[in-house]
């Protein structure tokens, strides 16, 4: 009787192994190798490079047929998409990254611009509030926040935005920017002030900082309203500095 | 259950007859059972082993460890243990006569050549330099004003070791902070500690040459180059030497008849455990192995006791824990949530296991030899874990639990961080306290078999190790001679771009994490200009890595530098820094007229 039921342990360890064995090589079938999905990125993403961008996106796309959980190849989709200013159907793809990787606070923040851009203001700020969320030391998701909201007319949660993008980029002008126009909003004209001089410290041919300063001297009680969009690129990584300086 | 329960405590045999022996190994054994039914059980379980090891081995090394499938490497382990505790539970403990055949030697010289394998390999390190988490180590030493200030600096940021500070701060007051001295000290400590695996084992294990074997092994591993080269790793080094002080002095507590001796003991031994857990928390879990180790003795009032001692270790925990608390105003830790698939209950014992048998480093296998070579590495390994594993049917019950049981307790604390780690990698540092178990194991094997009969593949596997080791400390060469060309190089920036005696603002990007396996700086460049330079240098890292404190990749695409500050990057071929860009001098736009003089000063 022991002895059966050792080696009935025995057997069941191993049949154990095996179906584990299973269970992860079918997940491994339903994923490409790292080597293939890059592969198909990086050429797609030469395609997009050289002006084929059919091309490079049935080649994403037959990718994604084979395997659809893959988030290297949905995300160049998606970005393809972006940069083709095909909106919709690149916050679908982002939101498919995102399902797929939660606390991605990249996918967040790119489907919040797809929103943004579509018009969908509310649901944009939600993921960017996810991004910020995800990503609290990036301060250009702050900053974006802060940016967005100003046009939502809810100066005082742009305040706190704002204040945090100073604190996490006290180098880059347009969190002194957003900081400004969230003070002078709220009707701290002389922080608002400061902080436009402080962008234009940082960057001292910024329009943006000069004609609200002038604007703010002139007319301390007139609302910044010709001041609310603040010119602002999509963050690039740092490698493309680097590129660009070499 | 019950049949398992006498199976593991092996006062009954499979067959029905008695083995009673205890923890210092006598043995007083019975007729052997029948061959055949032994032999099949044995094949059974080889059988049952082997696949579950297959299936391991495929899915550790051809599956790419995601997230997803965590859960399979516990699933996979418990298949293991259940199979480890059948197959021994089927095939029994087969005694073999005590060996009485070792050279009269070994016991009185066995010392010195731990002493000897534990410290010449090391002296390679002894020109390193300072690495990665060492330069702020340092600088809190440095910065502070005595003993006491060193102690309550926050240098392991979330951890409290004081013991380790206080050794930082010793050494930059007796010999000026010279990393020589530390790495001294270093290899001090970790010959110190496989004398007393030597000398415990000696207690534990029922002769001399087994007692060789195990401190050797434990000397010469390579799975404990990275604690005994990197200095930040020292703090494994004081845990592992106070907690084993502290089982050295237990053992004399159980010893010694006479009262006021034994008293002192046992307060010696809970000093030392305290003394551990303010080395590093690795020693958390040594009540449990102190318990396991009194329950697995003979005698009257074995439970009283067990409880009576692990209570008293358990009081100096929770003194313990109350000091950390009021230092740190946390308990502190990383912050990860605790569930069991995120950690490497019960694989991280295991895995462990699996390194000291398999200490293959990947990174530098691929990277300095021919792909074959791994594969000729791997199977003199396989064939050396088949010895193992052959040999584990002559080691008494009790031992052999009190050995596994030392592995899986001390490295309960490293359950939330090894689920995919491997030997000879930035984390073995972990498995440094832990594998003494694994060793004192291997010296039971080498003990049951006997001097002539296991004294050739015994040498052959610690000449195996002791070659890998040598090789392992070579990355960590490099890395320091990386990291002293990456501070030099970082002075002489900071003497270039230096205005009127003012030193320029640093952001620096793209530093050197590692080299093959080995820290090099990851964050702690300015603390290393700063010590370099003899003065404060303003210097910010560009990370995304939370909590670091530094400036995201992404705001760093959009900060405006100004005059005088440079962003500044590591060059991988020269090994030397460069500058990326530079503020340049701005000239201020009349805005209005009333204003910009104003606007000018007040920035």
Redesign the interface.
């Known amino acids: 009787m022991k002895r059966a039921l050792l080696l009935s342990l025995l057997v069941a360890s191993a049949l154990g192994a095996c179906a584990t064995l299973s269970a992860v090589v079918a997940s491994k079938a339903r994923q490409p190798t790292i080597q293939f999905t890059t592969q198909i990125a990086a050429g797609a993403q030469k395609l997009f490079e050289a002006g084929q961008r059919e091309e490079a996106r049935s080649a994403l796309e037959e990718a994604l047929e084979i395997a659809p959980d893959n988030l290297i190849v949905r995300r160049e989709l998606a970005m393809q998409l972006a940069a083709s200013g095909e909106t919709e159907a690149a916050a679908e793809q982002f939101r498919l990254v995102l399902e797929a990787s939660p606390r991605d606070a990249g996918a967040a923040r790119k489907l919040a611009e797809m929103l943004y851009a579509a018009g969908d203001r509310e649901n944009a700020i939600t993921y960017l509030r996810l991004a910020c969320d995800w990503e609290p030391g990036n301060g250009m998701h702050w900053i974006t926040l802060a940016q967005w909201l100003l046009t939502m007319d809810d100066p005082n949660t742009a305040l706190g935005a704002a204040r945090k993008s100073v604190e996490m980029a006290p180098g880059v002008p347009e969190a002194h920017l957003a900081l400004g126009f969230s003070l002078w909003e709220t009707g701290d004209t002389e922080g608002a002030e400061k902080s436009f001089v402080d962008a234009l410290a940082l960057e001292p041919d910024n329009a943006s900082a000069k004609s609200a300063l002038s604007a703010l001297r002139a007319n301390p009680k007139a609302l910044p309203l010709s001041g609310r969009s603040i010119p602002l690129e999509s963050p690039q990584p740092i490698s493309n500095i680097l590129e660009s300086v070499e | 259950m019950s049949?398992?329960a006498t199976?593991l405590s092996k006062r009954g045999h499979?067959e029905g007859t008695t083995i009673v022996n205890t923890a210092a190994g006598e043995t007083r054994s019975a007729p052997s059972p029948p061959q055949a039914?032994l032999r099949k059980?044995r094949l059974?379980?080889a059988?049952?082993a082997a696949?579950?090891l297959v299936?391991?081995v495929?899915?550790r090394s051809t599956?790419?460890p995601?997230q997803?499938?965590a859960w399979?490497y516990q699933?996979?382990t418990?298949?293991?243990v259940?199979?480890a505790?059948?197959?021994r539970?089927?095939t029994g403990f087969r005694p073999q006569k005590p060996a009485s055949d070792e050279p009269a030697g070994l016991a009185r010289w066995g010392w010195l050549l731990v002493l000897l394998a534990a410290s010449l390999p090391y002296l390679l390190t002894l020109k390193i330099g300072l690495l990665s988490d060492d330069y702020g180590l340092l600088a809190a030493a440095r910065g502070s004003t005595g003993a006491l200030q060193a102690i309550r600096s926050d240098a392991f940021v979330a951890f409290y070791r004081p013991v380790t500070l206080f050794a930082w701060w010793l050494g930059d007051a007796l010999w000026s902070g010279s990393p020589i001295g530390y790495h001294a000290l270093s290899i001090t400590l970790h010959t110190l500690n496989s004398l007393l695996v030597y000398i415990l084992g000696r207690r534990l294990i029922p002769t001399a040459y087994g007692a060789l074997a195990a401190a050797l092994l434990f000397a010469l591993h390579p799975m404990h180059v990275e604690s005994v080269t990197w200095l930040a790793a020292s703090s494994d080094l004081f845990c592992t030497a106070f907690s084993l002080s502290s089982l050295l002095l237990l053992e004399h507590y159980l010893s010694t008849s006479s009262k006021p001796g034994r008293l002192a003991f046992l307060l010696g031994a809970l000093l030392s455990f305290l003394l551990a857990l303010l080395s590093k928390e690795a020693a958390l879990a040594l009540p449990g192995f102190v318990v396991l180790r009194l329950a697995l003795l003979d005698g009257p009032h074995r439970a009283r006791r067990s409880l009576g001692i692990g209570g008293a270790y358990a009081l100096v925990f929770v003194g313990y824990g109350l000091l950390r608390f009021l230092a740190l105003g946390k308990i502190g830790g990383y912050a990860m949530p605790l569930s069991f698939w995120n950690t490497a209950f019960p694989s991280a014992p295991l895995l462990m296991l699996g390194d000291v048998l398999f200490p293959v480093n990947r990174t530098l296998f691929s990277a300095e030899l021919h792909p074959y070579a791994l594969w000729f590495a791997v199977a003199l390994m396989a064939a050396g874990a088949l010895w193992w594993l052959r040999g584990i049917q002559h080691v008494p019950g009790r031992r052999l639990w009190l050995w596994l049981g030392f592995v899986f307790l001390m490295s309960v604390p490293t359950w939330l961080f090894l689920w995919r780690q491997s030997a000879a990698t930035e984390w073995s540092r972990f498995a440094y306290l832990p594998t003494i178990g694994a060793a004192w194991l291997f010296g039971d094997l080498c003990a049951a078999r006997g001097w002539r009969r296991s004294a050739p593949t015994a040498a052959a596997i610690l000449a195996v190790a002791a070659a890998l080791t040598i090789w392992y400390i070579t990355p960590w060469r490099q890395a320091g001679r990386i990291s002293s060309q990456v501070v030099a190089a970082g002075v002489k920036l900071v003497d270039r771009l230096s205005t009127d005696g003012e030193p320029p603002v640093l952001y620096v990007?793209?530093l050197p994490a590692a080299w093959r396996g080995a820290q090099v700086l990851a964050y702690s460049y300015p603390q290393a200009l700063n010590l370099a330079c003899g003065r404060p240098v303003p210097v910010r890292m560009?990370t995304?890595r939370?909590g670091a404190g530094?400036?995201?990749?992404?705001?760093?695409?959009?900060?405006?530098?100004?005059p005088g500050e440079h962003l500044i990057?590591y060059d991988a071929r020269a090994h030397t820094m460069r500058i990326?860009?530079s503020g340049q001098a701005?000239?201020?736009?009349n805005?209005?007229p009333?204003?910009p003089e104003r606007?000018i000063a007040?920035?």
Do not use: N, Q
């Open positions: 049949v398992l199976a499979p039914i059980d059974a379980a059988i049952a696949v579950v299936v391991i495929y899915v599956v790419e995601a997803d499938i399979s699933v996979l418990l298949c293991l259940a199979v505790i059948a197959g539970a089927l990007t793209d560009v995304s939370p530094g400036i995201h990749p992404d705001v760093m695409a959009h900060w405006k530098l100004k990057s990326v860009r701005a000239v201020f736009p805005l209005s009333e204003t606007m007040e920035p």
